[in-house]
């Protein structure tokens, strides 16, 4: 990623990691309600009616810890961004929704909702749509070729 990617990707980072629970909530509930076959994977809350989840502790945990995640992330940006610790921090995220049968598909649906999220939350231009899109996609390839690592028995 260049300068002027970081620099977008940092500066629009503040709205979203200002209110990190009721950020990490929107993005859940907008996966829920237009991908509801993924709830069922959540066995912590998948029982509860969609109009309760955020009021739910364990609901808004996994949403603070999906914002926690990508803070660490951004906050690594034109530092030790393509180093170890990055691949480590989402090749582990790979690892535990892999032992919980979470399909790429899945991941796939999250990244449409996250972006959509982040685009109406930051009123993103295309420039900044761009940034967040690149990485997403660096993101979601250390994600992915850990699954793949993962299925082929190699990790």
Same mark, same amino acid.
């Given at each position: 990623?260049?300068t002027?990617?970081?620099l977008?990707i940092? *500066?629009t980072?503040d709205?979203?990691s200002?209110?990190?629970t009721e950020?990490?909530t929107?993005? @859940?509930?907008l996966?829920?309600?237009r991908?509801?076959s993924?709830?069922?994977?959540?066995?912590?809350f998948?029982?509860?009616p969609l109009?309760?989840?955020?009021?739910n502790? *364990?609901?808004? +945990?996994?949403? !603070? *810890?999906?914002?926690k $995640?990508?803070?660490?992330?951004?906050?690594m940006?034109?530092?030790?961004w +393509?180093?170890?610790? @990055?691949?480590?921090?989402w090749s582990? =995220?790979?690892?535990?929704?892999? !032992?919980r049968?979470?399909?790429?598909q899945?991941?796939?649906?999250?990244?449409? $909702? =996250?972006?959509? $999220?982040?685009t109406a939350a930051? !009123? @993103?231009n295309?420039?900044q &749509?761009?940034?967040?899109?690149?990485?997403?996609?660096? $993101?979601y390839? =250390? &994600?992915f070729?850990s699954l793949?690592k @993962?299925? !082929?028995?190699?990790?």
């Amino acid at each position: 990623m260049n300068t002027d990617e970081v620099l977008e990707i940092k *500066r629009t980072w503040d709205i979203p990691s200002a209110t990190p629970t009721e950020s990490g909530t929107a993005i @859940l509930m907008l996966f829920f309600k237009r991908y509801p076959s993924n709830l069922e994977k959540f066995s912590a809350f998948k029982d509860l009616p969609l109009e309760e989840l955020s009021t739910n502790a *364990r609901f808004k +945990a996994h949403a !603070n *810890r999906i914002m926690k $995640v990508f803070d660490e992330s951004i906050q690594m940006l034109g530092h030790d961004w +393509a180093g170890p610790k @990055l691949e480590e921090t989402w090749s582990k =995220i790979a690892t535990s929704h892999f !032992n919980r049968q979470i399909e790429k598909q899945s991941f796939n649906e999250l990244k449409e $909702v =996250i972006l959509e $999220v982040l685009t109406a939350a930051c !009123n @993103l231009n295309e420039k900044q &749509i761009q940034a967040w899109t690149k990485l997403m996609d660096i $993101v979601y390839g =250390i &994600i992915f070729n850990s699954l793949d690592k @993962l299925e !082929n028995g190699e990790q």
